[in-house]
């Protein structure tokens, strides 16, 4: 059985924005740190934010300013809200929970994100 399911991908222009989410199972979400990570064919899968268990949150330097992510305790819902999309962000987008540490941790290290999503598509056209 899935534990994280993402939801919200899509095509849009640039400038365009989109919200994705993930829904986890409540042991995962309420005990990790959770993240969105983002992949495209043929490249390594790069982190984009992170959230930890306290609300605590970091973001890489191509999402600064543009991407908020936040996560919704009563929901057992993480959420990626995207703005002003370019075509550089077109990418398969993953949640994740870093099952690998029971820290409050903000880190992208993929190492250590154990529990995956399936993806969802985030398509850009300019």
């Known amino acids: 059985q899935a534990q994280l399911v993402e939801s919200g991908g899509g095509s849009v222009q640039a400038g365009g924005s989109l919200r994705l989410s993930c829904a986890a199972s409540a042991s995962i979400f309420s005990s990790y740190s959770m993240a969105w990570f983002r992949q495209l064919p043929g490249k390594e899968r790069e982190g984009v934010a992170v959230?930890?268990?306290?609300?605590?949150?970091a973001y890489t330097d191509s999402a600064k300013g543009r991407f908020t992510i936040s996560r919704d305790t009563a929901k057992n819902t993480l959420y990626l809200q995207m703005n002003n999309l370019k075509p550089d962000d077109t990418a398969m987008y993953y949640c994740?929970?870093?099952?690998?540490?029971?820290?409050?941790?903000?880190?992208?290290?993929?190492?250590?994100?154990?529990?995956w999503g399936q993806g969802t598509q985030v398509t850009v056209s300019s």
């Open positions: 994740a929970a870093a099952t690998g540490t029971r820290s409050a941790i903000l880190s992208l290290v993929i190492a250590i994100f154990g529990a």
């Open positions: 959230i930890n268990v306290f609300g605590g949150t």
